[in-house]
């Protein structure tokens, strides 16, 4: 049996633009994707925690460093500049190595940046 799990999650990350006229998707910075184990192109849940909205797209890399969190095309109409979204990204695998998965999470900080680790 395969299950569907949480593989990825960026947890209220903010949005910095909004583009009606792309063609679609969502641009995150690099830095952010990569924390949270995501690839360009790969389908994603948006769930905007100011308005309730749940959509799917996908995404596209955005400049590393930048915080940028865009929603692109018909995107945009689910989310203003300054709403805090929650992006979450799923697996599908064995029910006995789903129960062992461990799901990449981040947590950004102001700027949507990561958070800086104390050395």
Not at 4 to 11: A, D, M, P
Not at 36 to 54: D, P, T, Y
Not at 58 to 66: A, D, E, F, M, P
């Amino acid at each position: 049996m395969h299950v569907e799990i949480l593989k990825s999650k960026v947890h209220r990350a903010v949005i910095t633009e909004a583009n009606l006229n792309y063609i679609g998707s969502l641009t995150l910075d690099e830095d952010l994707m990569e924390a949270a184990n995501m690839i360009e192109n790969e389908k994603v849940q948006i769930v905007n925690v100011n308005n309730g909205s749940r959509i799917e797209t996908y995404l596209i890399k955005g400049k590393r460093g930048s915080g940028v969190c865009c929603l692109n095309g018909p995107a945009a109409r689910h989310g203003a500049v300054g709403d805090i979204i929650i992006i979450i990204s799923y697996a599908r695998m064995d029910f006995e190595e789903a129960k062992k998965f461990k799901p990449s999470v981040v947590f950004p900080v102001e700027g949507n940046l990561l958070p800086r680790v104390k050395q």
